[in-house]
């Protein structure tokens, strides 16, 4: 079982097989038993009868995982409510609760758990809760040593749209 992939980083194993949702696809594929990376093109034989193939999209990786999941979790806090009722803060609560806990990614969770802890949940208006997520995925980004987002934007990033001079 090697330790490190093609991509430098360390690969995550769950009971003892590589986890696809932890590592990049690369690196998943050579941790593989038997399946060490194949070229993405296989030489095609043109004198075979022309058949239409769907286009068979692999399981999501960790970064595919991550960029659609930060999608989804930046886009409900753009349509969070500016004043949200008791019962819509206590809905996004457990709505990260729950989030943290079931991640596919499952020492992303651990980590994220752990921040939800030491970082409370800022659920009073839609720009508490925005600004909170854009620190908890900046947190990740120092973590990948990633640049930091300024959270002063993320509204323009998604929500407005950006403004003329950024
Ligand atoms: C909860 C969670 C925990 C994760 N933990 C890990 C981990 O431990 N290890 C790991 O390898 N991967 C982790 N990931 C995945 C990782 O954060 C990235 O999604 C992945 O590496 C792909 O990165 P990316 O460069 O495409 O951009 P992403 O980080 O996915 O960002 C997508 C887009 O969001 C915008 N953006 C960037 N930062 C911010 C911000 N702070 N606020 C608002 N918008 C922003 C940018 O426009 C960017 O292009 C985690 C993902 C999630 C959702």
């Known amino acids: 079982m ?7 980083r360390r690969i995550i194993y769950k009971d003892g097989k590589p986890c696809r949702s932890c590592n990049t696809l690369l690196d998943f ?3 593989m038993p038997g399946k060490a990376a194949r070229p993405a093109v296989i030489a095609a034989d043109l004198t ?10 692999c399981p999501p990786d960790v970064e595919l995982l991550g960029r659609s999941s930060w999608t989804l979790l930046h886009s409900i806090a753009a349509s969070y409510p500016a004043n949200p ?11 990260v609760s729950i989030f943290s806990r079931i991640y596919p990614c499952w020492f992303c969770a651990d980590d994220f758990q752990a921040y939800i802890k030491k970082n409370e949940v800022q659920v009073k208006s839609q720009e508490a809760f925005g600004k909170w997520m854009c620190e908890a995925h900046n947190e990740v980004n120092r973590k990948l040593g990633k640049k930091e987002f300024d959270c002063n ?8 749209g950006w403004k003329g001079d950024n």
């Open 2 to 8: 090697p330790e490190f992939g093609p991509t430098g």
């Open 29 to 31: 594929q050579m941790a």
């Open 48 to 57: 075979a009868p022309v058949t239409v193939v769907e286009d068979k999209q």
């Open 85 to 95: 009722s008791p019962i819509q803060q206590e809905d996004i609560k457990t709505f």
């Open 153 to 160: 934007l993320w509204q323009q990033r998604w929500k407005d």
